[in-house]
């Protein structure tokens, strides 16, 4: 018999199913919105307890496209491992339509052996343990903090290669992930960026938040315009609508008093709707298109080519009064409120450039990045 398992770090599965044909397995289920407005999210194990000899051929059917953010007609790759070994992309991918419409999208993958288990995902997980493997790879060079609790009660924090100085101020940046809880992709250019000027072993002060939303990442939640309010549309301006984000403040105007404000930046690091390719950035309206930081986001798009998007540079001008009300997100945040340049970037969960992305490739991505920052910082 085939088991759904739903009980680790991240995990997050609806109404999962499980048939037993002649010739296949099949397994349907949908992500869980998690009491948000968008699914999207899904990451589930799939064990074969061997009490029974099973087709060796799995269909994975997933439900309710339609309700998923940006997902067309299902057209992203999806990752399986099998048991603790290497993620792949499911690019065998099967349209489903029902005679009323609804849509659904298959997979074809291998039935796990006995005694084992397949694990599926949206997309390649990054949680506490890869960004802790991340840690231990630079050497120490990133030091972590505790900077505050978590909505839930745990442990928020904060990494950074040196503190700076109040009295000897230099040009920094605050770098920012996960204000929706499975934008992995983000995660994973973050992690490219990290090691990559750990490599380069940079002096200037450099703040990290890699999980702005832990609670939501360790319990699988999608994030984005969630309840009671998206951590991304809880900036202000009045007073922060979420505790992480009075957090993320607090610490945001002590990293303001050692460094140059004029002179550094704030980056946030996304993954866009479900089907949406390549990367690009997101800039606030007001940036002077002559001023050195819009045209070093130009350049920034050029060198992440064949990546990035052609109009690499987008505004954020789709607000929803529903979903967003009247607050800041973090871009209008840094903007308005504390004066820093700002930018976003987004990069898609599955292709970018013409190419199926992988690990490797989201760190590539942050590498690029990285070098770009050094470029405009040091």
């Excluded at 009490?51 to 059917?61: A, G």
């Excluded at 992995?184 to 490219?192: E, I, K, N, P, Q």
């Excluded at 999608?222 to 957090?247: C, L, T």
């Excluded at 009300?325 to 898609?348: C, D, K, P, Q, V």
């Amino acid at each position: 018999m085939l088991q759904i398992q739903r009980t680790s770090e991240s995990f997050n599965v609806a109404v999962a199913e499980i048939a037993i044909s002649a010739d296949q397995c099949e397994v349907s289920f949908s992500g869980s919105p998690h009491g948000g407005i968008a699914a999207l999210w899904f990451h589930f194990r799939i064990f074969n307890d061997g009490k029974d000899v099973l087709p060796s051929r799995m269909v994975l059917k997933l439900k309710h496209i339609m309700t998923m953010l940006g997902a067309g007609r299902g057209e992203f790759y999806p990752v399986i491992r099998y048991g603790e070994g290497e993620w792949k992309r499911l690019t065998d991918r099967i349209p489903s339509v029902r005679e009323d419409g609804h849509r659904a999208v298959c997979w074809l993958a291998d039935t796990p052996e006995s005694g084992e288990y397949a694990e599926v995902a949206f997309c390649y997980p990054y949680g506490v343990k890869e960004f802790d493997t991340m840690l231990k790879d630079t050497g120490g060079y990133w030091t972590r903090d505790e900077i505050g609790v978590s909505a839930a009660g745990r442990s928020f924090f904060r990494i950074s290669n040196c503190y700076g100085s109040e009295s000897e101020r230099r040009k920094g940046c605050y770098l920012f992930a996960r204000q929706h809880a499975a934008e992995t992709s983000g995660a994973w250019v973050l992690d490219g960026i990290l090691r990559r000027l750990a490599e380069r072993n940079v002096t200037f002060p450099v703040w990290c938040v890699p999980f702005a939303d832990i609670d939501g990442v360790i319990d699988g939640n999608y994030g984005k315009d969630s309840f009671p309010q998206d951590i991304n549309r809880s900036w202000g301006p009045h007073a922060p609508m979420r505790h992480e984000n009075m957090v993320m403040i607090q610490d945001l105007n002590l990293w303001k008093l050692r460094v140059i404000p004029e002179d550094s930046a704030i980056f946030d690091f996304h993954s866009p709707g479900a089907a949406e390719k390549g990367v690009y950035s997101f800039l606030q309206k007001a940036v002077p298109a002559d001023s050195r930081f819009y045209r070093w986001v130009q350049e920034t798009g050029k060198a992440l080519q064949p990546y990035s998007h052609d109009d690499f540079i987008k505004y954020g001008n789709y607000k929803k009064f529903a979903a967003w009300g009247g607050f800041y997100n973090l871009s209008e945040f840094a903007f308005n409120t504390l004066h820093i340049s700002f930018a976003s970037f987004e990069t898609s969960y599955y292709e970018a450039g013409r190419q199926v992305l992988e690990i490797k490739d989201y760190r590539n991505i942050g590498a690029i990045f990285a070098e770009r920052l050094i470029s405009y910082l040091q």
